[in-house]
């Protein structure tokens, strides 16, 4: 049975090592399910450092530019993975008659709840670090002490939900579908800046 319980302890695995070893020296895992929690934590981890980066003083309007469009590049990733993972939860529960369309529908699928998990596990590691940051004003570490625990009250309750969530779907109970982020702005085809500056390219040609 795919487990679902351990997703915060390998996000937290993962945050750490990606932090002290290069990212290329990494191996993804082999097994599928896994690796599509890997992978889409793996965006999360990489648009948050290109996130910042996009906050660096004196940095260019070239280099604003190219960071903006790696963001969307990775956002875009993050997104088909979550729904990568309901498609693979949801062929699993397909073997068992699963779900139940008269059960309860819940109102998240895991995808955006593991997709939530990723987000609060960066954000713990990087509190944690900025608690101990040498040099830090005065009141620093004690306000990023109650962030964490905030944090960390909030994580507990979403893995737990998680958690149970799978299991009530499990025993035809509850149910979960796949929502479609059908995100329109990396898609040239629905974005008027992208379409509308095509035409008047072909117009000028």
Not at 111 to 119: A, F, K, P, W
Not at 158 to 182: D, S, V
Not at 184 to 204: C, K, T
Request: net charge negative; hydrophobic share 40%; charged share 30%.
């Amino acid at each position: 049975m795919l487990n679902l319980a351990n997703i915060p302890d390998l996000h937290d695995e993962l945050t750490l090592r990606w932090h002290v070893e290069a990212l290329e020296a990494w191996r993804p895992p082999s097994d599928q399910w896994i690796m599509l929690v890997v992978r889409q934590h793996l965006a999360n981890f990489e648009l948050w450092h290109t996130e910042d980066a996009a906050r660096t003083p004196g940095a260019t309007d070239a280099d604003l530019a190219r960071v903006k469009r790696r963001i969307d590049e990775t956002n875009q990733r993050r997104n088909d993975l979550s729904e990568q993972i309901d498609i693979h939860l949801l062929e699993y529960l397909a073997q068992q008659g699963l779900p139940d369309p008269a059960t309860t529908l819940n109102s998240e699928s895991p995808g955006l709840m593991i997709d939530r998990l990723s987000i609060l596990a960066l954000k713990i590691f990087h509190t944690r670090e900025e608690m101990e940051r040498p040099g830090a004003p005065e009141g620093h570490a004690e306000r990023n002490r109650e962030r964490l625990s905030i944090l960390t009250e909030q994580r507990s309750d979403l893995a737990i939900c998680l958690a149970r969530l799978w299991e009530e779907t499990l025993a035809g109970t509850r149910r979960f579908k796949l929502y479609r982020q059908l995100k329109m702005y990396n898609d040239p085809a629905l974005n008027p800046a992208v379409y509308r500056s095509a035409a008047g390219d072909e117009r000028r040609d």
